[in-house]
């Protein structure tokens, strides 16, 4: 069945929508037929199943179905990229993956990169975590958030678990179903001495990924696999 990306919001039993120009190129290179049945996703929790009405090139759908699927435990991952290709595909990855928020952190090592993630290109990072769940099939898209400095990131207040990629750290803990849970991965190199001791400080628990220094989308994955797999 043909998955497709609706607006938030608009998804309701016997409600006509239309859906947006890169979803009705999707309807026509899947060859889809009028009357053929499509599974629909918001992105936000919204699901549900609907019929193509018309021209499928038109882009209308007859929802006939829908169902809000309630919001996941927090599950953050906050990453020093400095490359932007890599980070592009770990919002692909992390969002088949359950990560409900994906994080660029601006460190020392990060701040002069060329190829660092900048705000002008969340748009279409936070697109691509969209076109993500449409393969995984999940009901929420991970948010993918401004670049935000280290020391802000920080100060910020944290509920739940917090880990902090760490080759010298101990083996990740197990976490609570429900409770939300972050993990800061550093960049080429890692964090520096001084932000290691700032985070550390701060309450981040050091965790051992694996048994060797990780590039950071590797790292990044790991933890979004630890974090789910660990549940309990």
């Known amino acids: 069945m043909i998955t497709l990306l609706v607006q938030a919001g608009v998804l309701a039993p016997e409600r006509q929508i239309q859906l947006d120009e890169p979803e009705r190129h999707h309807l026509r290179v899947r060859r889809a037929t009028e009357g053929e049945s499509v599974r629909l996703l918001d992105g936000f929790g919204g699901t549900g199943e609907g019929v193509v009405v018309g021209a499928p090139s038109e882009g209308f759908i007859l929802v006939s179905s829908f169902n809000a699927a309630p919001r996941p435990a927090l599950r953050g991952i906050a990453v020093a990229a400095g490359d932007r290709d890599r980070f592009g595909w770990l919002v692909e990855k992390t969002a088949e993956l359950g990560v409900t928020h994906l994080l660029p952190l601006e460190t020392e090592r990060t701040r002069g990169v060329g190829t660092r993630v900048r705000t002008t290109h969340i748009g279409k990072l936070q697109r691509r975590a969209f076109e993500a769940i449409k393969q995984s099939g999940a009901a929420w898209a991970p948010t993918v958030h401004e670049p935000m400095e280290l020391e802000a990131f920080i100060d910020r207040e944290r509920d739940g678990v917090k880990w902090l990629a760490d080759a010298d750290g101990n ?22 001495a001084e932000e290691r001791t700032r985070l550390l400080k701060a309450g981040w628990w050091p965790v051992k990924l694996g048994a060797h220094i990780l590039r950071f989308e590797t790292a990044a994955i790991v933890a979004a696999v630890m974090m789910s797999s660990r549940d309990s």
Not at 183 to 192: H, K, L, M, R
């Open 171 to 192: 083996a990740p803990p197990s976490v609570a179903t429900s409770e939300p849970a972050w993990t800061a991965v550093g960049p080429e190199g890692g964090f520096t």
